[in-house]
T-cell receptor, first 113, second 113 residues
Framework: EDQVTQSPEALRLQEGESSSLNCSYT??????LFWYRQDPGKGPEFLFT???AGEEKEKERLKATLTKKESFLHITAPKPEDSATYLC??????????????FGTGTRLQVTL | DAMVIQNPRYQVTQFGKPVTLSCSQT?????MYWYQQKSSQAPKLLFH???????NEADTPDNFQSRRPNTSFCFLDIRSPGLGDAAMYLC????????????FGPGTRLTVT
């Protein structure tokens, strides 16, 4: 069974204090890994797609990387507006013609002044 | 801006009283999904439509039904809500050419009294 585990569950950073979030996965045949951002009371917002080990994607202060077993979301010099829950997801083995995603439970990031 | 819209944003219903949640999209995506998300948990897929084809998850209770009258609209019907059905309900869309990139609406927060 596909599994996605995220760590830490919660992370508190000061503004400008860089760190990384981890997403480890166990799937039979990776067809991609996806990062989403979710603000309280809102739906997830798509951030990145990674398809192969070694791939990296960047967006503003965020950089996502992928290895054969895990993905990291690096946050460089975070600002308070980066506070959110970050979810990672992988397509399920039975995804068929639509995308059935297995989500992790997320890392709740809080950035303080 | 193209988007996914959910109405209402907050819904309060009584135990056992049927309720319908609405989702519309202007992205013209052919796949629409309904997820249930409880506090601090990962989104859980309930079902999805690929065009007009309905796909139910094996563990989705019979209490949950869905309708998609056209490409733009999709409804989630909860026939007899129980206290355990209180959650955030998320609608998402994706398109056939990028099936793993899902675009979420803001969600409907359902309270059952």
């Amino acid at each position: 069974e596909d599994q996605v585990t995220q760590s830490p569950e919660a992370l508190r950073l000061q503004e400008g204090e860089s760190s990384s979030l981890n997403c480890s996965y166990t799937v039979s045949g990776l067809r991609g890994l996806f990062w989403y951002r979710q603000d309280p009371g809102k739906g997830p917002e798509f951030l990145f797609t990674l398809y192969s080990a070694g791939e990296e994607k960047e967006k503003e202060r965020l950089k996502a990387t992928l290895t054969k077993k895990e993905s990291f979301l690096h946050i460089t010099a975070p600002k308070p507006e980066d506070s959110a829950t970050y979810l990672c997801a992988v397509p399920r083995a039975d995804t068929g013609t639509a995308s059935k995603l297995t989500f992790g439970t997320g890392t709740r990031l809080q950035v303080t002044l | 801006d193209a988007m996914v819209i959910q109405n209402p944003r907050y819904q309060v219903t009584q135990f056992g009283k049927p309720v319908t949640l609405s989702c519309s999209q202007t992205l013209n995506h052919n796949v629409m999904y309904w997820y249930q998300q409880k506090s601090s948990q990962a989104p859980k897929l309930l079902f999805h439509y690929y065009d007009k084809d309905f796909n139910n998850e094996a563990d989705t209770p019979d209490n949950f039904q869905s309708r998609r009258p056209n490409t733009s609209f999709c409804f989630l019907d909860i026939r007899s809500p129980g206290l355990g059905d209180a959650a955030m309900y998320l609608c998402a869309t994706s398109n056939w050419d990028r099936p793993y990139e899902q675009y979420f609406g803001p969600g409907t927060r359902l309270t059952v009294t």
